[in-house]
């Protein structure tokens, strides 16, 4: 599905003038020199060797998500958990960026995967494939998931893997089936969290050799109260302080079993979140002096309008028309006579910013609409209005970022590294379980500057 393979860790398939254009990639190349000077010889391929263990002799990691938990969030209210993790462990200061859109299939995908959503191939939550006129709405069939997640790469190098309402980790691929007991699917809300927290907890009371290596958890909580009530209720900061209990039971439960100091525990979330409400609406049918928008070329309003034209068969190239169209709707858009719309841009999507990375899939329509920070498109004013959270939007909004915490031996203590993007969390997560990784967009030179090298291991308590 992707005309242009991302090769290893980034490096290959991506042009030079590409990368060079990636500011974070500069700061990380910095940081990574700064870090590790002229000493990068270490190797980062061979198994780590167990070190400093208490009681596991091999490198564990527990991937936490919090959906929807916005940077930020953790200062609504008190999270000893989390901040004890923080204090011990790495932070990336200003959040972890997500990719666009910023929804929850393309960014656990791209966390898991390492590959942006054009890559990946789960653009939206929800899409029709312009080519074929099928429907995904989360569907399991792996012809729709083309990357290769943590829990696969996993267990086709050898290694064991569980994953807790993880989306997509349901998805048959390589040699994982989504075993039962190490695969809770499907995503079922009303299990509650402690039972999710549990269940992880009881697979280190397994014989070494049978604990998982890769863990990956699905929690929910903050996103559910996010997008009902917007990320200000104080529903949302009771959310917060239940995320914050979860860790604590997490923290308690890995003491109690004497693997604390050995666990790599990594705390994140997909996206964040913003208020969007019934006074700041696009409208569609505003946009009629200028062109005429029939409501079955939309696939999608907002956070992200996406727009399929269906051309008559007298037109002879629609490529040409599309164009046209855009440029339609922007000179509306910009004549200061449609309400709101200057906070909508559209693009042809080879057109859209590079920075997105959203335009080498067939999958993505030819028409994307950037929507303005807590913006919403309607088709016109017999709508419904309304008013509560959501994300989707561009992801350069400060709102749309989560948190990443990494805690455990290869995390350096009381650390913070400038904000990344999460397709970089693959790498580091393969590095870790000395992983032969598959390949993605992320940076090999990141995952060095955010993890410590084998044997340097953090003394952390
Ligand atoms: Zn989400």
């Given at each position: 599905?992707?005309?242009?393979k991302p090769g290893r860790s980034g490096f290959s398939g991506y042009?030079?003038?590409k990368l060079?254009?990636n500011?974070i990639f500069?700061i990380v190349l910095?940081?990574a020199?700064?870090?590790?000077?002229?000493?990068?010889?270490?190797?980062y391929?061979?198994?780590?060797?167990?070190?400093?263990?208490?009681?596991?002799?091999?490198?564990?990691?527990?991937?936490?998500?919090?959906?929807?938990?916005?940077?930020?969030?953790?200062?609504?209210?008190?999270?000893?958990?989390?901040?004890?993790?923080?204090?011990?462990?790495?932070?990336a200061?200003?959040?972890l960026i997500p990719v666009?859109?910023?929804?929850?299939?393309?960014n656990?995908n791209s966390i898991a995967t390492g590959l942006y959503p054009?890559y990946h191939?789960?653009?939206?939550?929800?899409?029709?494939?312009?080519?074929?006129?099928?429907?995904?709405?989360?569907?399991?069939?792996?012809?729709?998931?083309?990357g290769e997640p943590l829990?696969?790469t996993?267990?086709?190098?050898?290694?064991?893997?569980?994953?807790?309402?993880?989306?997509?980790?349901?998805?048959?691929?390589?040699?994982?089936?989504?075993?039962?007991?190490?695969?809770?699917?499907?995503?079922?809300?009303?299990?509650?969290?402690?039972?999710?927290?549990?269940?992880?907890?009881?697979?280190?009371?397994?014989?070494?050799?049978?604990?998982?290596?890769?863990?990956?958890?699905?929690?929910?909580?903050?996103?559910?109260?996010?997008?009902?009530?917007?990320?200000?209720?104080?529903?949302?900061?009771?959310?917060?302080?239940?995320?914050?209990?979860?860790?604590?039971?997490?923290?308690?439960?890995?003491?109690?079993?004497?693997?604390?100091?050995?666990?790599?525990?990594i705390?994140l979330?997909?996206?964040?979140?913003?208020?969007?409400?019934?006074?700041?609406?696009?409208?569609?049918?505003?946009?009629?002096?200028?062109?005429?928008?029939?409501?079955?070329?939309?696939?999608?309003?907002?956070?992200?309008?996406?727009?399929?034209?269906?051309?008559?068969?007298?037109?002879?190239?629609?490529?040409?028309?599309?164009?046209?169209?855009?440029?339609?709707?922007?000179?509306?858009?910009?004549?200061?006579?449609?309400?709101?719309?200057?906070?909508?841009?559209?693009?042809?999507?080879?057109?859209?910013?590079?920075?997105?990375h959203?335009?080498?899939?067939?999958?993505?329509?030819?028409?994307?609409?950037?929507?303005?920070?807590?913006?919403?498109?309607?088709?016109?004013?017999?709508?419904?209005?309304?008013?509560?959270?959501?994300?989707?939007?561009?992801?350069?909004?400060?709102?749309?970022?989560?948190?990443f915490?990494?805690?455990?031996?290869?995390?350096?203590?009381?650390?913070?590294v400038?904000?990344f993007e999460n397709v970089q969390i693959y790498n580091a997560v393969a590095e870790i379980?000395?992983l032969q990784p598959a390949p993605n967009n992320g940076s090999s030179l990141f995952t060095r500057s955010l993890l410590?090298?084998?044997?340097?291991?953090?003394?952390?308590?």
């Amino acid at each position: 599905m992707a005309k242009s393979k991302p090769g290893r860790s980034g490096f290959s398939g991506y042009t030079l003038s590409k990368l060079s254009l990636n500011v974070i990639f500069l700061i990380v190349l910095v940081v990574a020199i700064t870090v590790h000077g002229s000493d990068s010889s270490s190797s980062y391929t061979r198994r780590p060797q167990p070190s400093n263990s208490k009681k596991l002799t091999k490198p564990v990691v527990l991937l936490i998500s919090s959906d929807g938990f916005r940077f930020g969030y953790q200062f609504k209210t008190e999270t000893p958990n989390i901040d004890l993790l923080i204090s011990r462990g790495t932070e990336a200061q200003t959040g972890l960026i997500p990719v666009f859109p910023t929804m929850t299939f393309p960014n656990h995908n791209s966390i898991a995967t390492g590959l942006y959503p054009a890559y990946h191939g789960i653009i939206m939550n929800k899409f029709t494939d312009p080519v074929t006129g099928e429907l995904f709405n989360r569907n399991l069939d792996p012809k729709w998931w083309l990357g290769e997640p943590l829990w696969v790469t996993a267990v086709n190098q050898g290694l064991k893997a569980a994953t807790f309402f993880w989306p997509g980790a349901d998805v048959h691929k390589g040699s994982w089936n989504c075993p039962k007991g190490f695969c809770k699917a499907p995503y079922n809300v009303s299990i509650p969290l402690e039972e999710r927290v549990d269940t992880i907890l009881n697979y280190f009371d397994l014989p070494q050799s049978e604990i998982p290596d890769f863990m990956g958890l699905y929690l929910d909580v903050t996103d559910i109260q996010g997008h009902k009530y917007g990320p200000d209720d104080p529903r949302v900061t009771q959310a917060v302080a239940k995320i914050d209990e979860m860790m604590g039971r997490v923290i308690k439960g890995l003491k109690k079993r004497k693997v604390f100091s050995d666990v790599h525990v990594i705390l994140l979330g997909d996206h964040g979140m913003v208020t969007n409400c019934d006074k700041k609406v696009i409208y569609i049918d505003d946009l009629a002096d200028w062109i005429k928008i029939p409501a079955d070329w939309i696939q999608g309003y907002s956070p992200v309008l996406a727009m399929n034209p269906r051309w008559g068969k007298d037109v002879k190239n629609p490529a040409e028309k599309n164009a046209e169209l855009v440029a339609k709707m922007n000179e509306a858009l910009s004549s200061g006579k449609v309400e709101n719309g200057e906070f909508l841009q559209v693009y042809l999507k080879e057109k859209l910013p590079e920075r997105l990375h959203y335009s080498e899939s067939s999958r993505i329509p030819p028409i994307i609409g950037m929507v303005g920070e807590g913006l919403l498109v309607r088709q016109n004013r017999t709508n419904a209005q309304e008013c509560y959270g959501d994300h989707g939007y561009d992801n350069m909004f400060f709102s749309m970022r989560s948190i990443f915490i990494g805690h455990g031996p290869r995390f350096r203590k009381g650390k913070k590294v400038p904000s990344f993007e999460n397709v970089q969390i693959y790498n580091a997560v393969a590095e870790i379980l000395g992983l032969q990784p598959a390949p993605n967009n992320g940076s090999s030179l990141f995952t060095r500057s955010l993890l410590l090298p084998i044997g340097e291991t953090a003394q952390v308590e």
